[in-house]
């Protein structure tokens, strides 16, 4: 997560390999397109995504392609999904080669090509083809009079260059090939290892080689960009530019410890590798899924409570995302929880303490407003979710709060993908506590 800081007429086209059904982009729903407002749909299993970044007169464009895997149900057909596609100009689409009004925001695409075993799974394959300037899900930089590309999706940005189903309860597998200039490094998430692409070949980084996991949209990124390495602590990695090497080496120097620390509170890191990257972000920090962008290079105590808040989006935010953005309070409040912990952990107790006293200074029992963008909710939920936390912790006990916190960001039972939502935390807080606790936190 940041740190800092349409659907009305149908359309119907039969097509010999899928069919799409299109809506009018006219209306907003609460939560802003959100395809959980239409349960019919399906969230596809898989995207294979390839991306050949800008031209030389234009490093805004973008000429996308691949495939967008779409479930399929028991009788081996393919299931209708919802795709957000909201680029900022003129951008076109085509599904199956049929080419998708610029005037949708809000495309239902329904598979008929036959399903087929991938990653284990069956799916039916949705060919699709895309061109033109992307919006400001993808940052356009300067590196040394060289263009830079950092995805940059929160919260539902990854539709102005990328047609996907962007919520953050919507997770899937991810593939991206970028076809990057000479002499780049590209990097996505999570990737085992970034490619130097010192020779011009394109890098297929595999977010299928973290299957404890799938992710949303607004958790997924890459960055292309003239790098230098500057951390290499096994799966834990740092670049920045050759400008910046020197200062971000500074900066994240105990990335290693903070993600030991969090480790040993929490549970394994739920990514096979931790990329930290000096690029450019809308926030001063970005925790996407195994890559956490950085746009500054602080140092001292500012630097490890960044990355400590930062890190432990690696759990709250990215591996068990929202059902819906009036929970963003759970993971902003438990990213900042845990990173005034690890603080205290280094610091002392009375440092700790005097930056809780500010987390009471607002209404615990306010709900949050479920018409809002997340970017309105954004400024009050750090301090808002992690005084809820701490109210909670103060309740149940320290061992009841932690069982209850590695709880939250695991599966269920069942293998179910975790989600943060009020309802989920009080029941898991119930059960690890004994405690019946309507009444504390009512208004959540």
Known sequence: ???????????????????????????????????????????????????????????????????????????GRGLPIGLHFDPPGPMTLRLDDRPISDSLRFIVAFPTAPCEP?????????????????????QIGNGAGKPTWTADHWPDRARTYLPVADHPSRASQWRFTIAAPSGYTVIASPSPDPDDNRAGATQTPDLRRTPRFDFPAKAVAWVAAPLVRVLDAGRIQAFASEQDAVAFARTVASAADVVRWMEAQIGPLPVDSLHIVRA?????????????????????????????????????????????????????????WWAIRYGESRWGVEWADARRVGWGRGDVGKPADSTAHPTDLLADS????????????????????????????????????????????????????????AEVVSGW
């Open 382 to 437: 750090y301090a808002l979710g992690a005084a809820r936390l701490e109210v909670l912790a103060r309740e149940i006990g320290e061992e009841a709060m932690l069982r209850t916190m590695r709880q939250l960001a695991r599966p269920d039972a069942h293998g179910a993908r975790p989600v943060l939502s009020s309802k989920r935390l009080r029941r898991i807080a119930e059960e690890e506590s004994g405690r019946v606790l």
């Open 1 to 75: 997560m940041p740190h800092n800081a349409r659907i009305g007429w149908p359309l119907l086209l039969a097509l010999l390999f899928v069919w799409i059904g299109c809506r009018d982009a006219s209306t907003t729903s609460p939560d802003h397109g959100s395809t959980t407002a239409r349960p019919d749909l399906a969230t596809p299993t898989r995207y294979d995504f390839t991306l050949h970044l800008g031209t030389s007169a234009d490093p805004t464009y973008i000429q996308g392609g691949g495939t967008i895997w779409a479930p399929c149900d028991t009788s």
């Open 280 to 336: 450019d972000t809308r926030f001063g920090g970005m925790e996407n899924a195994g890559l956490i962008v950085l746009s500054g290079t602080p140092t001292g105590r500012e630097a490890e409570l960044l990355l400590a808040h930062e890190i432990a989006h690696q759990w709250f935010g990215t591996a068990a995302s929202e059902l819906l953005w009036r929970d963003l309070w759970l993971s902003e409040g438990a990213a900042t």
């Open 118 to 138: 991938t990653d284990g799974l069956l799916a039916s394959p949705i060919p699709v083809r895309w061109a033109g300037s992307a919006g400001d899900g993808l």
